[in-house]
Nanobody, 115 residues
């Protein structure tokens, strides 16, 4: 029932920007926190942004000031605006929600930052 679909990934030069989208369905979107994770080659999956149902946000130091998470509850969509991208941001980006004790993941979208 729960379905998360990311889009917006692609190839971008260092210093460039991308906006990722995650369209959600199958649950009461506005009632749940949403987050973005990424997993680079041979790396652990790591949290890059979280937004609560009240629109409180969290970012780790690695992306703070460069990434912005937002949500549009009317569209059941969470966004990740990525600015000043660096090669180390290259990864598959996943959106996620936690509901009733389990995680639900999107399929992921590839972001490649390279000149």
């Amino acid at each position: 029932q729960v379905h998360l679909v990311e889009s917006g990934g692609g190839l971008v030069q260092p210093g460039g920007s991308l906006r990722l989208s995650c369209a959600a369905s199958g649950f009461t979107f506005r009632s749940y926190a949403m987050s973005w994770y990424r997993q680079g080659p041979e790396k652990q999956r790591e949290l890059v942004a979280l937004i609560s149902s009240e629109r409180t946000t969290y970012y780790p130091d690695s992306v703070k000031g460069r990434f912005t998470i937002s949500r549009d509850n009317a569209k059941n969509t969470v966004y990740l605006q990525m600015d000043s991208l660096k090669p180390e941001d290259t990864a598959v980006y996943y959106c996620k929600t936690l509901m009733h004790g389990r995680n639900y993941w999107g399929q992921g979208t590839q972001v490649t930052v390279s000149s």
